[in-house]
Structure formats: structure tokens, C-alpha cells
């Protein structure tokens, strides 16, 4: 017989990171990680973990012929500076990889007769504003409203929204008759800063960068104007959206995809909170022409009513308690 586990793809990156910890601690069903990275040893013991890709189709075989996914909670993405740089292999990560798992999850929804739950992250990238003007004019976007990402990333993201749609609530509309469907919820979030994880290759990293230099000590130069607004989350918060919004009855849900936020900062404020709590800060400013570009595209919060409606989202972390509580506690343990 098949195990039955949580599937954890990108599980080396700062979401998975916080995840596993959070999921090996709460003693739920055996985790199954993904990454082509090699797991971080103090959380080897935590999950069986394999190293490849979630594009290898043979590699995914294998382990559908060994382990049933009760759930799927999909991380891996190339990030939205990172695509600008390699646009074709973003998209055979970011939308073949996931039509990859979204099959798979289909298959096993029909073949078990029960929905496999599909957890994927989204991002604000999803979002497109045309020029500063309207995102000054229009400060909290509903979940449908400016959908025209400019960049490769935040085009896949909203692409993949739609796939899980369509395999949650139309796959094989033609047959004769209807096949138990796999069961997609995600969340669209903001620029995620965590403490004990430096990001990679994300346009939102201005803000935990200035962070995890200044508490170490370092010089830092933001690559962006000190007016760029956007939403930022604390990790544990983001943790937090994942786990509820897997967790919600189904017949709660009114929509798919959510938007969750938790606090919006301009650049300056957010070097201000940096400086409140490491008075020796040097942050400077020379803005990436092109990645201030995506900041711009990116409003400067979302509106997440309907997720505090349907499933009862709400962060623990506003600006204060994220530095005060979370971040610069943990950071300074970290560095010191
Ligand atoms: C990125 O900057 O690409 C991500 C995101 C906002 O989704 N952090």
C-alpha cells in the first residue's frame, strides 16, 4: 500500500523552511519534500526529503507509484527578479512544472474517489499597475481587479490561478461523466520577510535585505526609491494564511484565490523601522531602474476582506509587532 504523505514542493526555500518546522510540530500526516536543493540538516530528520525537480516527469512518476499525496502544498517558483533573467525556464518551472503536479493531482483525485487538496501560493505579483498615478488612485486592490502582471512571474502565477481552477471545477467538462475533481485553494501574498531566512532572487528583498544587513553590521544600498510602496508579511503570518486556508470547510470558501496582507510600507518607512531597532544602520538608496519598474507595477496593499470573511484570516504581526516581536528579537540572535 501506498503511504499517504504531504507533498511539500520547493521545500528548501523560505516558505517551505517555516513550513516544515510549523507542520513537523503540529505531528500531522509524514511530510514528502521536493527541491533540487539538499534539505537543511536540522530539518533532515523532519521530513523524507528528495532531491530533484518538480519538472522531471520520471522522477514524479515514481513517487506517485509509492506515496499517495493526500495534499500537495506547491512552493516552487523561480521569483519574479530571477525570471526576468531566464523567462523560459521561469515558465517551464513555474506554469510546466505546476500543470505537472496539477495532473497528478487530478489523476489521484480520481482514482482514490476523493479530492487531493492543492495548496499554492500566489503572489502580488499577479497584479499589474499601469503607472504610479493609478496606484496611488487605487491603494487596495480586490483579488480580480488590475490582473496584468508585466512580468514573466507574476504572469505564471495568475496563469497557474486559473489551471487550478479549471482542475478544481471543470477538468473533463465534456466527459460523460463528472470525475471527483483535486481541490485548489491559494493565496496571494506579499513581499514575505522572515528572520532566520535571507531571500533570493525576489524584487520585494529590499525590505529583509536593509534587515539582515543592518544586523549585521553591513552598508546596504536599496534598489529602489525611498517612496516605493508595497505589502509585506512576517513568515509566521504567512505560515499561518497557508495552514487556515488548507484547513477551511470547503463550503466556506466563496472563491479560490485570496488576497492576505498585513501591513504596507514605503521603502523609507521600512528602512525607519530598521533604523528605530539598529541605530547604527547605513542604508543608502540607488534604484534599479527595471526592478523599481516591477515595484511600481505592484499596488500598494490588497484588499483581504473576503479571506477574513470566509476563513476568519486575520495577521498577528502589524508593523510593530513584526519588528519588535519577531524579527529583530530572532534576527539578533541569529547574527550575534
Ligand atoms: C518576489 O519579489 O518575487 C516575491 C513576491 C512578491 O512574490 N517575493
Same mark, same amino acid.
Given at each position: 500500500?501506498?503511504?499517504?504523505?504531504?507533498?511539500?514542493?520547493?521545500? /528548501?526555500?523560505?516558505?517551505?523552511?517555516?513550513?516544515?518546522?510549523?507542520?513537523?510540530?503540529?505531528?500531522?500526516?509524514?511530510?514528502?519534500?521536493?527541491?533540487? @536543493?539538499?534539505?537543511?540538516?536540522?530539518?533532515?530528520?523532519?521530513?523524507?526529503?528528495?532531491?530533484? *525537480?518538480?519538472?522531471?516527469?520520471?522522477?514524479?512518476?515514481?513517487?506517485?507509484? @509509492?506515496?499517495?499525496?493526500?495534499?500537495?502544498?506547491?512552493?516552487?517558483?523561480?521569483?519574479?527578479?530571477?525570471?526576468?533573467?531566464?523567462?523560459?525556464?521561469?515558465?517551464?518551472?513555474?506554469?510546466? =512544472?505546476?500543470?505537472?503536479?496539477?495532473?497528478?493531482?487530478?489523476?489521484? *483525485?480520481?482514482?482514490?474517489?476523493?479530492?487531493?487538496?492543492?495548496?499554492?501560493?500566489?503572489?502580488?505579483?499577479?497584479?499589474?499597475?499601469?503607472? !504610479?498615478?493609478?496606484?496611488?488612485?487605487?491603494?487596495?486592490?480586490?483579488?480580480?481587479?488590475?490582473?496584468?502582471?508585466?512580468?514573466?512571474?507574476?504572469?505564471?502565477?495568475?496563469?497557474?490561478?486559473?489551471?487550478?481552477?479549471?482542475?478544481?471545477?471543470?477538468?473533463?467538462?465534456?466527459?460523460?461523466?463528472?470525475?471527483?475533481?483535486?481541490?485548489?485553494? *491559494?493565496?496571494?501574498?506579499?513581499?514575505?520577510?522572515?528572520?532566520?531566512?535571507?531571500?533570493?532572487?525576489?524584487?520585494?528583498?529590499?525590505?529583509?535585505?536593509?534587515?539582515?544587513?543592518?544586523?549585521?553590521?553591513?552598508?546596504?544600498? /536599496?534598489?529602489?526609491?525611498?517612496?516605493?510602496?508595497?505589502?509585506?508579511?512576517?513568515?509566521?503570518?504567512?505560515?499561518?494564511?497557508?495552514?487556515? !486556508?488548507?484547513?477551511?470547510?470547503?463550503?466556506?470558501?466563496?472563491?479560490?484565490?485570496?488576497?492576505?496582507?498585513?501591513?504596507?510600507?514605503?521603502?523609507? @518607512?521600512?528602512?525607519?523601522?530598521?533604523?528605530?531597532?539598529?541605530? @547604527?544602520?547605513?542604508?543608502?538608496?540607488?534604484?534599479?531602474?527595471?526592478?523599481?519598474?516591477?515595484?511600481?507595477?505592484?499596488?500598494?496593499?490588497?484588499?483581504?476582506?473576503?479571506?477574513?470573511?470566509?476563513? =476568519?484570516?486575520?495577521?498577528?504581526?502589524?508593523?510593530?509587532?513584526?519588528?519588535?516581536?519577531?524579527?529583530?528579537?530572532?534576527?539578533?540572535?541569529?547574527?550575534?
Amino acid at each position: 500500500m501506498r503511504k499517504k504523505v504531504t507533498l511539500i514542493t520547493g521545500a /528548501c526555500g523560505e516558505i517551505g523552511h517555516a513550513l516544515i518546522d510549523h507542520l513537523a510540530e503540529q505531528g500531522g500526516a509524514p511530510i514528502l519534500t521536493l527541491d533540487l @536543493q539538499d534539505m537543511a540538516e536540522g530539518q533532515r530528520n523532519k521530513v523524507t526529503h528528495i532531491k530533484g *525537480s518538480i519538472t522531471d516527469k520520471a522522477l514524479l512518476e515514481q513517487l506517485v507509484s @509509492q506515496y499517495e499525496f493526500d495534499q500537495i502544498i506547491h512552493l516552487a517558483a523561480l521569483l519574479s527578479t530571477r525570471a526576468e533573467f531566464s523567462p523560459s525556464l521561469a515558465h517551464r518551472v513555474n506554469v510546466e =512544472g505546476t500543470l505537472l503536479l496539477l495532473d497528478i493531482a487530478a489523476e489521484q *483525485s480520481e482514482f482514490r474517489q476523493k479530492p487531493v487538496q492543492f495548496i499554492f501560493p500566489s503572489s502580488i505579483a499577479a497584479y499589474g499597475m499601469p503607472d !504610479l498615478a493609478t496606484k496611488s488612485q487605487f491603494p487596495n486592490v480586490k483579488e480580480w481587479e488590475w490582473n496584468y502582471p508585466t512580468t514573466m512571474y507574476g504572469a505564471n502565477k495568475l496563469y497557474c490561478e486559473r489551471l487550478g481552477i479549471y482542475y478544481s471545477e471543470h477538468f473533463k467538462q465534456l466527459a460523460e461523466e463528472k470525475p471527483v475533481m483535486l481541490e485548489f485553494r *491559494s493565496v496571494r501574498f506579499p513581499g514575505l520577510i522572515s528572520a532566520f531566512t535571507v531571500p533570493s532572487g525576489g524584487t520585494s528583498d529590499y525590505g529583509p535585505e536593509m534587515l539582515h544587513a543592518a544586523a549585521q553590521n553591513k552598508a546596504y544600498a /536599496c534598489f529602489v526609491r525611498p517612496d516605493s510602496a508595497i505589502p509585506f508579511m512576517a513568515m509566521p503570518d504567512a505560515i499561518k494564511a497557508l495552514i487556515a !486556508l488548507a484547513a477551511a470547510p470547503a463550503d466556506a470558501l466563496s472563491q479560490r484565490v485570496y488576497n492576505v496582507t498585513a501591513f504596507s510600507l514605503t521603502a523609507e @518607512q521600512f528602512a525607519a523601522e530598521v533604523v528605530r531597532h539598529f541605530p @547604527q544602520a547605513a542604508i543608502t538608496y540607488a534604484p534599479h531602474l527595471k526592478r523599481q519598474g516591477i515595484v511600481d507595477s505592484w499596488p500598494v496593499d490588497t484588499d483581504d476582506h473576503k479571506a477574513r470573511k470566509d476563513w =476568519g484570516w486575520l495577521p498577528d504581526y502589524d508593523q510593530q509587532r513584526c519588528f519588535a516581536e519577531y524579527l529583530v528579537p530572532n534576527i539578533k540572535a541569529r547574527y550575534s
